[in-house]
């Protein structure tokens, strides 16, 4: 009867929680949804701007370069001076300069506003993930990481549902003054949300000298591998997921001869399946631990991409995108549940948004190397690529000494 109360008083979230995840679910979501505007209005700015092919590809670079430099930045912030302060300071930078494009004029303007835009959005997600790792039981990461890491793929169905409604009667412009919205959520989040005693120890017996430090991830011999080849799983999972989501709409198109709306349909399908996998890859990892639940999703991931190539007709290609979204994307939350397991608390926020946001600069060039391997190979091929990352990933998953310390 004991163990049975204590099991039913673990499951039942504190307020403090229930705020901790519906700010960074709603936080993650709202960021998705700015990056996806940039997806969806890229067309529209090049023509409206007159931009050539490289002056436009260039916008998403420096987004992500921005991601890169406030991941380091916030990452160093969050660790120092509390993570929710920080949470809604990167909250309030992205949605400010997303906003802000409605007056650009001009390129300079959005490389401008669109760097702005990557610092913030770069920031929050280190310190959003850290935020639930030390505000849930260790054993419960996982599935909350997951949970947060599902209002992402919500942001992008938002941001579809608006650019549809809004650029073709308002204008792109219109579309990115939406990215004020977030402002509101940094309210709720100083109000409701609150430093976890975990951190607030940490804080009182840290002095100056041990202030974080990026270096602090490569200070020893194994740390430097472990926080290396955690950089590497990370660029494999976003060069998968910029794969997906940039590339095979259109290979649908010409594969099965689809209009636009029909390859939408099978994007839409993905992110389901993606947002499933998310749930159940969170509560794998944390009934049986990182190694079994990255060695079924990356050998299943290497498996399913080669679905495309035998896709005959929509309902295969409903079927597959499904699948495939299940599982090269379920793994995205658990990356910041590991990672928060592996690293002090002291340097944690750092470790989150350093290894991530490696993998987000890197992972995002996928893009050029896969309309290489299109140009000029065939799907085979260029699916034969992807499959061969996630095996290499689930070889570096497992040199991973730490891993084997997990339940």
Sequence with gaps: MATALIHQKDRTLTTNQKWTIASTSAGFALENMDVMFLSFALSSIAA???????????????????????????????????????FSYTIFIFAAATAA??????????????????????????????????NFAQRHIGTMTSIA????????????IAAAAIIPTLGWRALFLLGVIPVVLTYFIRRHVHESDEFIAVQKQTTTKQRPKVGTLFKTGPLALQTVSLMFMVVVQIAGYFGLMNWLPTIMQKKLGLTVAGS??????????????????????????????????????????????????????????????????????????????????????????????????????????????MDHYTLVVVMGFLALLYCLSFLVMLSIPNLRHFN
Excluded at 50 to 72: D, K, P
Excluded at 112 to 134: D, K, N, P, Q, S
Aim: aromatic residues 12%.
């Design 48 to 86: 409206n701007l007159h931009l050539h092919g490289a002056e436009a590809g260039l916008i998403s670079s420096i987004t992500n370069l921005g991601m890169l430099a406030g991941g380091i930045l916030f990452g160093l912030i969050g660790d120092r001076y509390g993570r929710v302060k920080t």
């Design 264 to 373: 939408s349909l099978w994007m839409i399908a993905t992110i389901v399946g993606m947002s499933i996998g998310m749930m159940t890859f969170g509560r794998i990892l944390d009934y049986f631990g990182p190694r079994r639940a990255f060695g079924i999703f990356l050998l299943a991931s290497a498996l399913s991409v080669f679905s495309i190539t035998i896709v005959v007709n929509e309902i295969t290609m409903l079927l597959a995108g499904a699948v495939l979204g299940f599982f090269s994307n379920g793994m995205f939350g658990g990356y910041g549940a590991i990672i928060s397991r592996l690293y002090p608390t002291e340097i944690r926020s750092t470790a989150n948004n350093v290894i991530v946001n490696v993998g987000r600069a890197i992972g995002g060039f996928s893009s050029v190397v896969i309309g290489f391997l």
């Design 149 to 160: 890491a599902i209002g992402g793929q919500i942001g992008s169905i938002l941001a579809a």
């Design 101 to 134: 494009m409605y007056w650009a004029q001009n390129i300079t303007m959005i490389y401008l506003f669109r760097f702005l835009a990557g610092v913030g959005a770069g920031g929050e997600y280190g310190v959003g993930i850290t935020l639930i790792a030390e």
